[in-house]
Antibody, heavy 121, light 112 residues
Framework: QVTLRESGPALVKPTQTLTLTCTFS??????????VSWIRQPPGKALEWLAR???????YYSTSLKTRLTISKDTSKNQVVLTMTNMDPVDTATYYC?????????????WGQGTLVTVSS | QSVLTQPPSVSGAPGQRVTISCTGS?????????VHWYQQLPGTAPKLLIY???NRPSGVPDRFSGSKSGTSASLAITGLQAEDEADYYC????????????FGGGTKLTVL
């Protein structure tokens, strides 16, 4: 059974850097074809894809946020870490990680339960 | 504003059939990129409902079906049940945004 769980601070101040960890089980990111993505959802709003990391350490970022995002993996710990710099109140959202298919138009399945991050002074 | 356009809301009575549209353009759905659909029940994480335009993951009832034509895709739900009340999102890939995954704005399904 594949499961993912996000962890990180519930509250960050404007201009701070957010670090989120996705801990997963049921698959390995050292296996060919495995990928993990981060997606976020502001309260009451739509989903927004942020970043993806592949088994071979290839990384992909949202065009609009790429200057602020860094994704990395620790295969030995079954973890993927996302950092987002210069946080702003508009970044308040529930952040999800999800296993990602390797198809050109990749899909996300399953998702973690999500972690709500509030940006406020 | 989302690259993929969905109606904000749809509704139907139990047992009825409803469809949710997802309209894109020549740089995403119209370019041949696949469309996927997710169901998000209140207070929960999204769940994959349809992948590759029309494929159902194991465990998804066959009341849910997907299709794609031209620059649009649709999700159909037949035999509507109260438990289907949720938000539904379409997702694809857009080549005009330096290659980026894109989501629709979401559709709230209300079961009357």
């Amino acid at each position: 059974q594949v499961t993912l769980r996000e962890s990180g601070p519930a509250l960050v101040k404007p201009t701070q850097t957010l670090t989120l960890t996705c801990t997963f089980s049921g698959f390995s990111l050292s296996t060919s074809g495995m990928c993990v993505s981060w997606i976020r959802q502001p309260p009451g709003k739509a989903l927004e894809w942020l970043a993806r990391i592949d088994w071979d350490d290839d990384k992909y970022y949202s065009t609009s946020l790429k200057t602020r995002l860094t994704i990395s993996k620790d295969t030995s710990k079954n973890q993927v870490v996302l950092t987002m710099t210069n946080m702003d109140p508009v970044d308040t959202a529930t952040y999800y990680c999800a296993r990602t298919s390797i198809a050109v138009t990749n899909w996300f399945d399953p998702w973690g339960q999500g972690t709500l991050v509030t940006v406020s002074s | 504003q989302s690259v993929l356009t969905q109606p904000p809301s749809v509704s139907g009575a139990p047992g009825q059939r409803v469809t949710i549209s997802c309209t894109g353009s020549s740089s995403n759905i119209g370019a041949g990129y696949d469309v996927h659909w997710y169901q998000q029940l209140p207070g929960t994480a999204p769940k994959l409902l349809i992948y590759g335009n029309s494929n159902r993951p194991s465990g998804v009832p066959d009341r849910f079906s997907g299709s794609k034509s031209g620059t649009s895709a649709s999700l159909a739900i037949t035999g509507l049940q109260a438990e289907d009340e949720a938000d539904y999102y379409c997702q694809s890939y857009d080549s005009s945004l330096s290659g980026s995954t894109v989501f629709g704005g979401g559709t709230k399904l209300t079961v009357l």
